[in-house]
């Protein structure tokens, strides 16, 4: 396959790597001048119908402008978008681009929907939920970014903290619940919403929910997956509930209670400063009164979503249009009401939220 990465900075250039990892040919289009073009409307036209696939991974703000320049060059381009899929302002903008596009096939990139660390712990929570409802459900992701932020890296002005790690939590969210609670979700207004960002959810039958996310390192709940690291100083770091500036530890959860006390939880790189490939090896643990399962997943993530997304785009009949229209209101409506800070990040205490905290 041959494909066209739009965009080679951090995500567009772990896209290139995985997809020459996995023997594909590809064109890059940066600015940068180790790119083989500068621009899309430099591809030579013998060259755009030898491409199989296009990536898209320039800031969200020139997402819509680069899709379309894609379709003016091809107007059946098989299309990745990176998330989000553009700014709150053009998300109209871009279905109706789409409209006028009925051969084209995009769809957004969505790494967690693609997981196997996700489809497991939804799995095991399928299969016990069955007789034993879910109590409440808990995500976090939480990692210091300021040093990226000084850099110019993870600055949204439009989605704010909302644009980074949010799409995924839904994603992971998506699996848990069914079709019609997760509807149900996204159309519950949020009992509280934080600017850290802490957003909880009750009501309409659903679990509660809370969602939690900072970019500054302030951790929000480190008992509920804090013990399950298997380094001891990235456990002690956790239990601070403040990861250090420039710290690689990046701590990411979702965890599932249920009405008798049995917990499914997904903890990624548990084996941070313990493995090499720490990256790429998270855990499943289900707890109960009598003792812990742990199941080991390893998998790249961000490559076995490229290659299923990309095969999908490449082989599946008729258009293929993913947007996750509804993910990106839900998050448009909460970067509103939150309001947009990246740009100027001013350290502040984070919330603690003892009160949901449950000791492995």
Not at 43 to 52: H, K, M, N, R, T
Not at 247 to 266: H, I, K, N, Q, W
């Amino acid at each position: 396959m041959r494909v066209a990465v739009i965009g080679v900075g951090r995500i567009g250039g772990l896209h290139v790597a995985n997809l020459r990892a996995a023997s594909h040919r590809t064109v890059t289009v940066d600015l940068r001048p180790e790119a083989d073009f500068r621009d899309v409307r430099e591809v030579p036209d013998a060259l755009v119908p030898q491409i199989d696939a296009w990536v898209v991974s320039t800031p969200t703000h020139l997402h819509l402008q680069t899709l379309r320049q894609i379709l003016t060059r091809a107007r059946a381009a098989r299309v990745l978008l990176e998330k989000p899929a553009a700014v709150p302002s053009e998300l109209a903008a871009l279905s109706r681009t789409l409209d006028e596009h009925p051969d084209a096939r995009v769809v957004v990139n969505n790494v967690y929907a693609n997981s196997s660390a996700v489809h497991q712990l939804a799995g095991s929570v399928r299969r016990l939920s069955a007789s034993d409802p879910i109590r409440r459900i808990t995500i976090e992701f939480t990692k210091n970014r300021l040093s990226d932020v000084a850099a110019g890296r993870f600055v949204d002005t439009d989605y704010g903290e909302i644009g980074y790690e949010w799409f995924h939590m839904l994603a992971i969210l998506r699996e848990l619940l069914d079709p019609e609670d997760y509807r149900a979700y996204l159309a519950t207004p949020w009992t509280a919403a934080t600017r850290e960002v802490r957003v909880s959810t009750s009501g309409r039958g659903l679990p509660d929910i809370e969602l939690y996310s900072s970019m500054r390192g302030r951790v929000g709940f480190p008992r509920l997956a804090g013990p399950l690291f298997a380094s001891a100083a990235a456990r002690q770091e956790i239990a601070t509930r403040d990861i250090g500036f420039g710290a690689g530890l990046r701590y990411r959860f979702a965890d599932v209670e249920l009405a008798s006390g049995t917990r499914c939880c997904l903890v990624y790189e548990p084996y941070y400063a313990v493995l090499d490939s720490y990256k790429n090896t998270h855990a499943v643990v289900t707890s109960t009164a009598t003792g812990a399962e742990v199941t080991t997943v390893a998998e790249n993530q961000l490559a076995t979503a490229l290659t299923a997304q990309l095969r999908a785009l490449t082989s599946a009949p008729g258009g293929l249009v993913r947007l996750y229209q509804e993910e990106h209101t839900h998050m448009a409506r909460l970067a509103a009401h939150i309001g947009s800070y990246e740009a100027n990040p001013a350290p502040r205490l984070g919330l603690a939220g003892q009160r949901n905290e449950v000791t492995i």
